[in-house]
């Protein structure tokens, strides 16, 4: 287990704890899905207008839907790339110490991270969720964690994502 504490803008002090130790059906809610999607070395991540840092794409499971489905509909819409290979590298657990998710009305939850193969990349289109287009763009995975800042978790990622990708 790897664990990191920030402040978030919305729910103040959040602490995350890499669980690579659970599945999906060890905890009670994995309320996302987000992929580390591999264009051979280079790993896509995503900007939302007005955020100052990139993430990996991936958002929110829907009634009566599978991670997995989650992981492939999320990196469709903010992406527009169409994944294969994927395979499950574990769950994150999330901590607001201070306020619950205003979505989940929980201030503890968990979120699953996979790592997946691009098949096909189209033109990015407005995310009919959000209403806006993500900015996309590729990295070496090596590099990955220097965009998004997650610390030693981050670094885990990008040594587990190489790891299953090999």
């Known amino acids: 287990m790897i664990t990191d504490s920030w402040e978030h803008p919305d729910f103040g002090t959040t602490t995350f704890t890499w669980r690579p130790d659970l599945e999906p059906g060890d905890v009670d809610l994995v309320t996302q899905a987000y992929g580390v999607c591999l264009a051979g070395d280079l790993v896509c991540l995503i900007k939302a207008p007005e955020v100052s840092r990139p993430h990996l794409p991936g958002g929110t499971v829907e009634d009566d839907e599978s991670l997995e489905e989650t992981l492939r509909r ?17 769950l994150q657990e999330v901590h607001h110490e201070e ?68």
């Open 74 to 90: 999320e990196v469709w819409e903010e992406a527009n790339l169409r994944i294969r290979d994927t395979s499950f590298l574990g």
């Open 99 to 166: 306020a619950p998710h205003e979505r989940f009305g929980r201030k503890q939850y968990h979120q699953s991270r996979f790592v997946c193969r691009v098949e096909r990349a189209d033109r990015v289109t407005v995310d009919p969720d959000k209403g806006y287009k993500f900015d996309r763009f590729f990295v070496p995975l090596d590099e990955m964690n220097d965009y998004l800042n997650w610390g030693d978790i981050g670094d885990e990622l990008v040594r587990l994502a190489d790891a299953t990708a090999a």
